[in-house]
Nanobody
Framework: QVQLVESGGGLVQAGGSLRLSCTASGRTLSGDAMAWFRQVLGKPRENVARISYNGAYTFITESAKGRFTVSRDNAKNTLYLQMNSLKPEDTAVYYC????????????????WGQGTQVTVSS
């Protein structure tokens, strides 16, 4: 049973930074693509970032380009999202996901999901 546990969320002022972590247990995910999503209550879930199994390919959604960085440490079975210059519109619950099971570019489906961590950016 694979479990993903996010951490690092919290309350921060606009312009501040947070670093989210997602640690996996149960098996190694070093061969799997991983991703970060975020969701605001009542709105569709948004894919914020994706990273290939070896980190060679990364994707950051347009609204976060230049501010967010996705990375991974396969030795630690951990995914990261460094978020700088945070804006109130970044406020959401952030989820990590792993192991693509379907879909196509920009709309992948993942097998494993974390429980989410709240990020709140005050103005």
């Amino acid at each position: 049973q694979v479990q993903l546990v996010e951490s690092g969320g919290g309350l921060v002022q606009a312009g501040g930074s947070l670093r989210l972590s997602c640690t996996a247990s149960g098996r190694t995910l070093s061969g799997d693509a991983m991703a970060w999503f975020r969701q605001v209550l009542g709105k569709p879930r948004e894919n914020v970032a994706r990273i290939s199994y070896n980190g060679a390919y990364t994707f950051i959604t347009e609204s976060a380009k230049g501010r967010f960085t996705v990375s991974r440490d396969n030795a630690k079975n951990t995914l990261y999202l460094q978020m700088n210059s945070l804006k109130p519109e970044d406020t959401a619950v952030y989820y990590c996901a792993a192991d693509v099971i379907g879909g196509s570019d920009g709309n992948y489906q993942y097998r494993y999901w974390g429980q989410g961590t709240q990020v709140t950016v005050s103005s």
